[in-house]
């Protein structure tokens, strides 16, 4: 044997050994505690439906699935702690609408939401809900668009901040309705809902559990959900497209992901571990006080979701002029 032939069997042995070790470390998986990392504090929806999914998903892979809060910049801060994590399943993201919005409208960005992650799943949905303060005398959302037409920019509409999910949807409203609320952006959801009770803005677009609780009080008034399908906790509101607005859906998601390159056999378990937990009662149970709804699926179905929800917010964002 020649020397370039042992050479060229020692490699080949040393790349079948390497090969031999991550199918092994891929059959066992997880062997130590994995990381989930939150772009967002404890406490915030996010956050609840990410310690929901660990401890359901800690028990079906028999290892501690832990919740890692990262907040700031919406989501971008832990998107790129994650992106550039070791491709070896123990470091995720619990991604949500936000990072798909950031794409857009966050300026020099070092990673690429499409590009740097490997979607696992979808997890859950949180509708936002149109409410109005009841003095604004409208009982549907064809009602409060005959008024804003017939007001043009005298409605405000509050949010929790530029570019979040609450914004953009008071955007896109203005677009699909032809009309022009006036946007008033708040530093919380917990502010802007203070204002809107108090009638200093009249509007707002809103995660289902912050403002479910002032519907049944009487102190606001539901217009609809903003998800394809009627909201769990609200089953008697209709939604945007059912109120006259077709394919209108600015629904909040999250769903887990991986840094882009972690191997598919890690992907494909935790896939099964996240559909697994999202068929528990238990789990079912936790995410339903919350208002939220389960969604799972493939790995396939959450990549082409982070496709069409990125273009339909580029779109948005570029309507309301709000790229520098």
Known sequence: MTHQQRLAAVL???VFAWFGAVARAEETYPIRPVRIVVGFGPGASADIAARVLAQRMGQTLGQQFIIEN????????ASEYVARAPKDGYTLLFGTVANTINT???????FDFSRD????????????????NPSLGVDSVADLIKLAKSKPQQIFFGSSGVGTSPHLSGELFNEMAGVKLVHVPYPGSAQAVTDLLGGRVQVMFSPASTVLPHVTEGKLK???STQLKRAGAAPNLPTMTEAGLDGFDTSVWFGLLAPAGTPPEIIAKLNRAVNDAL????VLALLRVQGMDPLGGTPEAFAHTITSETAKWAHVIAAAGLQN
């Open 279 to 282: 068929t528990s009662d238990e």
């Open 12 to 14: 080949a042995l040393a």
């Open 104 to 110: 857009t409208l966050s300026k020099n960005l070092t």
């Open 222 to 224: 539901a217009l609809a």
């Open 70 to 77: 990262r907040p700031g910049a919406g989501s971008n801060i």
């Open 117 to 132: 992650f490997a979607p696992v799943s979808l997890a859950v949905t949180l509708p936002n809900i149109l409410v109005v």
